[in-house]
């Protein structure tokens, strides 16, 4: 009896039904400077994503969280064509900043009231919807690793362009499974999900 081998690719992930990453028709805002009560949502500035873990009171990470950041980004943003490299050595000037600085936030340096967290841009680029370095402030205790590391993973989703279901074109409901860790409820899911996976590699 003769065995016939045939390779069958994967099927491609099908385009979702919605727009979930800026510009969008719903979330066109220009990126500029901002701080955490100013901030929109850009994209960062290139496929190669180099993040630090702040080491400074008051936003210093604690191991614990630090390593909880390093395996959500393993574990949801590398698989994506995102490449992610940490910075031990990280630039915050001209015109190649480390790309993502995560903070704590204490009492002396908060997040917003009523906030889980805040990302914004530290480091405006040239492009329209771009941003050379973005902040990501996440309130202690323990923020990175509670839900799964989701909260880290939705800041992170805001980082690179990902936006809420209300400002996807046509609107998502905030609350829809399909949005992943980009959710705007309670859930928190804890995967950035197939959906956001798409806009990454569409976009970078």
Request: charged residues 15%; glycine residues 8%; proline residues 6%.
């Amino acid at each position: 009896m003769i065995i016939s081998l045939v390779a069958v690719s994967a099927p491609a992930q099908a385009a979702p039904s919605y727009d979930g990453i800026v510009p969008t028709q719903a979330y066109n805002y220009v990126c500029v400077n901002a701080t955490i009560n100013t901030a929109v949502v850009c994209q960062t500035d290139n496929a190669d994503v180099y993040w630090y873990a702040d080491s400074n009171d008051p936003g210093e990470l604690e191991t614990d969280d630090q390593d909880a950041v390093r395996s959500m980004l393993a574990d949801e943003y590398s698989p994506t064509d995102i490449a992610i490299h940490y910075d031990s050595s990280p630039v915050f000037e001209g015109d190649a900043e480390t790309d993502l600085i995560y903070q704590e936030g204490e009492a002396a340096q908060p997040v917003p009231s009523g906030y889980w967290g805040v990302t914004w841009c530290n480091g405006q680029a040239p492009a329209t919807y771009e941003c050379d370095q973005t902040y990501v402030r996440i309130a202690s205790p323990d923020g990175y690793r509670i839900h799964g590391g989701s909260i880290a993973c939705h800041e992170t989703g805001h980082a690179v362009g990902l936006v809420h279901g209300n400002d996807a074109y046509p609107y998502v409901d905030p609350g829809a499974a399909g949005l992943g860790c980009m959710v705007n409820e309670d859930e928190f899911p804890s995967a950035l999900g197939a959906n956001n996976a798409y806009f990454i590699n569409y976009t970078y």
